[in-house]
């Protein structure tokens, strides 16, 4: 799995958790749903730290907790 996918799925996980709708992550976020959309779909190839960070604050997690989980531990390599 590579980067992009992992951070989709990740974000995907934690609104499952949280029982949200990506509209209402981006509320609490303070971004624009379109921007979670496209880091969800594969129009964004490079979701931004400062995104990811948005999507943590409004979830109220840290960066680390976002990237602790296994998904992040076998991820292909982004240089071939």
Known sequence: MNAKTAVARRIHA???ER????????????VAP??????LNTKSKNPGIVSIQKICDGLEISVRKFFDD????NLEPEIK
């Open 19 to 30: 029982n949200i709708a990506i509209n209402a992550l981006a509320n609490q976020c303070g």
């Open 34 to 39: 379109s921007t979670i959309y496209s880091m």
């Open 14 to 16: 934690l609104c499952l």
């Open 70 to 73: 296994p998904l992040f531990e």
